[in-house]
Structure formats: C-alpha cells, structure tokens
C-alpha cells in the first residue's frame, strides 16, 4: 500500500488550499482514512478520519467548521479542503490508512505553511 500526497504549500491566514491523498489498493473503498499532521517540536496529531463509506466523518475540535475530509472511492482518492487557515495550522500533514485492525500506512507528508 503506498499514499502519495500533493497540495501543500505556502498561504496567508485566511486563505484555503485542498490537499489530496492518492491510495494505491484495489480495496481502498473498504479502509478508514484519516488525515493528521505534525507542527515542529510537536507530535503527531488528529485532524480528520472517514469511514469506508465516507458517510460518517469526524473532526479535531480545532478544524471544526473549517476543515472538510472527503473521498472518491472511484480514484482511491481522499481530500481535505481547508478554509479559513490560522497560523497554528502550519504543519507536515499526513494521511493515514487503516487497511485492518492491525495495519496501518502513512503517507510522506506534504507541508503547509499559513504566514499571518
């Protein structure tokens, strides 16, 4: 299982970008995705998780409102628009795969820099 991500970049507080997370796996449709992200000198944290149906989503309370987490099971294909970026924002962000109760795949990371 490799996840490759792509839209990171640099924006002012206030701006959006959508990041995308492409899966390879003929059964992607059946894992748990989630996004996390990882600010310097932190840890690895929570942002946003979708079910294999992509009907049930759930949020970190500090994305709430701004963050949306969707997938296109048809491309193997999960997004996160992001509006309204704060400064703490700024983070490598990472998807995650949950494939079964035991295994779990990360992606490289892609960078995303909010300048106030």
């Known amino acids: 299982v490799q996840l490759v991500e792509s839209g990171g970049g640099l924006v002012q507080a206030g701006g959006s970008l959508r990041l995308a997370c492409v899966v390879s796996?003929?059964?992607?449709?059946?894992?748990?995705m989630g996004w996390y992200r990882q600010a310097p000198g932190k840890q690895r944290e929570f942002v946003a998780g979708?079910?294999?149906?992509?009907?049930?989503?759930n949020y970190a309370d500090s994305v709430k409102g701004r963050f949306t987490i969707s997938r296109d099971n048809t491309n193997n294909t999960m997004y996160l628009q992001m509006n309204s970026l704060k400064p703490e924002d700024t983070a490598v962000y990472y998807c995650?795969?949950?494939?079964?109760?035991?295994?779990?795949?990360w992606g490289q990371g892609t960078q995303v820099t909010v300048s106030s």
């Open positions: 796996g003929s059964t992607f449709r059946f894992w748990t």
């Open positions: 979708i079910i294999s149906g992509g009907r049930s989503t």
């Open positions: 995650k795969a949950q494939t079964s109760v035991a295994d779990v795949y």
